[in-house]
């Protein structure tokens, strides 16, 4: 199992807990982003930097994703392709998605679209906080325990 991070707008309170995660369980991990991301120094971590347009480092991360690998990701299209793919994906604030739940997510995150581009002014998600990086911490734990079998 490999963990892929869509480095693209990924919280730094999250980067210490991602990075002692992979150290202790000894994962290779890809952090793919349009611009540099640092995680932290670490032989398991490599970074590889895609071209500016909003879906290149997605579909590089698809691209390279195999069955069984991890996606943290916030973008929910994403998490869609990754579930496709035999993937598992979780948001930076601990949702797991699935099979059973992705569609759900979509449709929401689609139906907020319309809303927006019909020229509707909505809310953008909370602010992140401590809270939401141990809820990604707990589910993070939760799923290594479950899915990394070195």
């Given at each position: 199992?490999?963990?892929?991070?869509?480095?693209?707008?990924?919280?730094?309170?999250?980067k210490?807990?991602?990075?002692?995660?992979?150290?202790?369980?000894?994962?290779?991990?890809?952090?793919?982003?349009?611009?540099k991301?640092?995680?932290?120094?670490?032989?398991?971590?490599?970074?590889?930097?895609?071209?500016?347009?909003?879906?290149?480092?997605?579909?590089?991360?698809?691209?390279?994703?195999?069955?069984?690998?991890?996606?943290?990701?916030?973008?929910?299209?994403?998490?869609?392709?990754?579930?496709?793919?035999?993937?598992?994906?979780?948001?930076?604030?601990?949702?797991?998605?699935?099979?059973?739940?992705?569609?759900?997510?979509?449709?929401?995150?689609?139906?907020?679209?319309?809303?927006?581009?019909?020229?509707?002014?909505?809310?953008?998600p909370?602010?992140?906080?401590?809270?939401?990086a141990?809820?990604?911490?707990?589910?993070?734990?939760?799923?290594?325990?479950?899915?990394?079998?070195?």
């Amino acid at each position: 199992m490999k963990i892929f991070i869509d480095g693209d707008a990924f919280p730094n309170l999250l980067k210490p807990i991602i990075l002692r995660a992979i150290e202790k369980q000894k994962i290779d991990t890809i952090v793919i982003a349009n611009k540099k991301i640092n995680i932290g120094a670490s032989n398991h971590i490599e970074y590889i930097i895609v071209d500016l347009g909003a879906d290149e480092a997605d579909n590089k991360i698809v691209e390279m994703l195999s069955e069984n690998d991890l996606v943290i990701t916030a973008d929910i299209p994403l998490a869609d392709r990754t579930i496709n793919k035999n993937g598992h994906a979780i948001d930076h604030r601990g949702a797991m998605y699935t099979e059973d739940n992705i569609k759900q997510y979509l449709a929401i995150r689609n139906l907020m679209q319309e809303i927006r581009d019909s020229g509707e002014i909505t809310k953008g998600p909370p602010a992140f906080n401590q809270k939401d990086a141990q809820q990604f911490a707990n589910s993070l734990n939760n799923f290594l325990q479950k899915y990394n079998k070195k």
